[in-house]
C-alpha cells in the first residue's frame, strides 16, 4: 500500500526558511511511472500547486514561488523535500504531498494527509 | 497560465438530487482533466481523470464529461457523504492550475 506522510516544523517566523518532508513509503521515488508534487492550501482558499519532482532530478516549480523554492529527494529515504525561503504570511497553509501518475495523464492518485505551516513571528 | 473556471462557487441540493458542476479552462487542454473532492481537515480525494475517467474506488454515481474548454462533472444522485468542495485541475501545461473550487453542502 502507497503512502505519503508530510512533516515540518509547524511554526515558522516569517523571512525564515520553510523546510517540509514527505516520506514515501509502498513505491520507490525512482520509479518511472511516477512524479511527485507539492500542493498547498491556504486558510479558506483553494488548492494550489506548487512544485513537481522527477526521479532523473527533473524540476517544474509555480512561477509565483520559483525564486524561493526548491525541491530535491533522498533516495537513500525514500523522501522527498521542499524548501521555502523568505516566507511571509501568505505562506501559511496546509501542505501536501502527492503522488503523480504518467501512464495515466498525470493523475493525482495518492495523498499525504497535510502538514500545516503558520507562519508568524 | 491556463485559467480555469468553475461554477457555481456553491450550491445546496438534497439528497437523491442530481448535481452537475463546469469547469471552462482558458485554453484547450486535450483531456489532461481531473476532479479532486475536498473535505475539511482531509487531503484531496481523486474522483476522475483524463476527463471521465473514474478513479478506482470512486462511487459509479461520479462521472465526468466534456471536451475542448468545457467540462462537466455530475454526481447522478447525491449522497450525505458527497458534502465538500469539488475542483477541477489541468495537467496539460505548466503550471498546472485548479479551479477555485465548487462547496456542495446537502440540504
Known amino acids: 500500500q502507497v503512502q505519503l506522510q508530510e512533516s515540518g516544523p509547524g511554526l515558522v517566523k516569517p523571512s525564515e526558511t520553510l523546510s517540509l518532508t514527505c516520506t514515501v513509503s509502498g513505491v520507490s521515488i525512482t520509479s518511472d511511472d511516477y512524479f511527485w508534487g507539492w500542493v498547498r492550501q491556504p486558510p479558506g482558499k483553494g488548492l494550489e500547486w506548487i512544485a513537481t519532482f522527477y526521479y532523473s532530478g527533473d524540476t517544474h516549480y509555480n512561477p509565483s514561488l520559483k525564486s524561493r523554492l526548491s525541491i530535491s529527494a533522498d533516495t537513500s529515504k525514500n523522501h522527498l523535500s521542499l524548501i521555502l525561503t523568505s516566507v511571509t504570511a501568505a505562506d501559511t497553509a496546509v501542505y501536501y504531498c502527492?503522488?503523480?501518475?504518467?501512464?495515466?495523464?498525470?493523475?493525482?492518485?495518492?495523498w499525504g494527509q497535510g502538514t500545516t505551516v503558520t507562519v508568524s513571528s | 497560465d491556463i485559467q480555469m473556471t468553475q461554477s457555481p462557487s456553491s450550491l445546496s441540493a438534497s439528497v437523491g438530487d442530481r448535481v452537475t458542476v463546469t469547469c471552462r479552462t482558458s485554453?484547450?487542454?486535450?483531456?489532461?482533466l481531473s476532479w479532486y473532492q475536498k473535505k475539511p481537515g482531509k487531503a484531496p480525494k481523486l474522483l476522475i481523470f483524463g476527463i471521465s475517467n473514474l478513479q478506482t474506488g470512486v462511487p459509479s454515481r461520479f462521472s465526468g464529461s466534456g471536451s475542448g474548454t468545457d467540462f462537466t462533472l455530475s454526481i447522478s444522485s447525491l449522497q450525505p457523504e458527497d458534502f465538500g468542495t469539488y475542483y477541477c485541475q489541468q495537467s496539460y501545461s505548466l503550471p498546472w492550475t485548479f479551479g477555485q473550487g465548487t462547496k456542495v453542502e446537502i440540504k
Open positions: 485554453q484547450t487542454i486535450d483531456n489532461y
Open positions: 502527492a503522488r503523480l501518475d504518467t501512464a495515466a495523464l498525470l493523475r493525482m492518485d495518492v
